[in-house]
Every structure is written in structure tokens, then in C-alpha cells.
């Protein structure tokens, strides 16, 4: 799954709020603002976020 971002939903956690109940999973913060390529995967369900302006 892929899913865009923008800077006001910093900060970044996997499950999101939207997310299905079938994919949850402990909450991990994605500290995706520090990554060179705007890009961050969550280590558990492999969710793919790119952070947008």
C-alpha cells in the first residue's frame, strides 16, 4: 500500500487512524521529515507513506 502525506500529518504513526482493523499492529512513529527521499515504510505492514508539501 502506498499512502501520501502531507506536513500536517506529521508527526507520522502506522497503523493510521484510517486504517483497516485487519492491518493493526503495535504504533510505530515513521520519522519520515528526516528521511532523504520524503519516504518512509512502516516495518510491520509494509506501507509505503511519501510526504508531500
Known amino acids: ?3 501520501t502525506v502531507s506536513r ?3 508527526p507520522l504513526f502506522c497503523p493510521s487512524k484510517q486504517s483497516s ?3 493493526a499492529h503495535p504504533k510505530v512513529y515513521l ?3 528526516e528521511a532523504e527521499n520524503g ?4 516495518p ?3 506501507t509505503v507513506y511519501q510526504l508531500v508539501d
Request: glycine content about 6%; proline content about 5%.
Open 1 to 3: 500500500m502506498h499512502v
Open 8 to 10: 500536517a500529518d506529521l
Open 21 to 23: 482493523l485487519w492491518c
Open 31 to 33: 520519522p519520515i521529515e
Open 39 to 42: 519516504e518512509a515504510r512502516c
Open 44 to 46: 510491520y505492514c509494509g
